[in-house]
């Protein structure tokens, strides 16, 4: 049965690292090399059945952990979920956190589908 939701948390933008190209060109690690690394280090073994890539087994194991929008990995550090309320937002905080504020019924869309419009509107 679908209700509404409401949360209220924090982000936290995943640095990925960064090293430079043979042709002194920055090179940015990418998703999914950061993806495996994280998995790996956590003993999350890369499960083909049901997963075509490293960051699939990550979603796929870490849930709602994790977050992907706009070429940025994003992770959930607090979440308080509320009964009753659509809004989706989310401001960027001096140390790069994201706080977030989301409402909306759970019929229509999941939680990491509110975030995605949240980050995405606040990027606007």
């Known amino acids: 049965m679908s209700q509404q939701e ?9 640095e990925r690292k960064i090293g430079i190209n043979h042709d002194g060109t920055v090179r ?15 003993n999350i073994s890369h499960v083909k059945s049901f997963c075509d890539s490293w960051m699939d087994s990550l979603l796929f194991v870490f849930g709602e952990k994790f977050i992907i929008v706009n070429d940025e ?3 959930v550090i607090e979440d308080k979920s509320f ?25 229509g869309c999941g939680f ?12 606007k």
């Open 112 to 123: 990491i589908e509110a975030l995605e419009e949240a980050i995405q509107n606040m990027k």
């Open 73 to 75: 990995i994003y992770e």
């Open 83 to 107: 009964e009753e309320c659509e809004i989706l937002e989310a401001n960027e905080n001096e140390d790069g956190t994201i706080d977030f504020c989301l409402s909306f019924h759970n019929g």
């Open 28 to 42: 940015i690690q990418s998703i999914e090399d950061w993806c495996e690394e994280y998995c790996k280090e956590n």
């Open 6 to 14: 409401v949360h209220i948390g924090k982000l936290k933008r995943i």
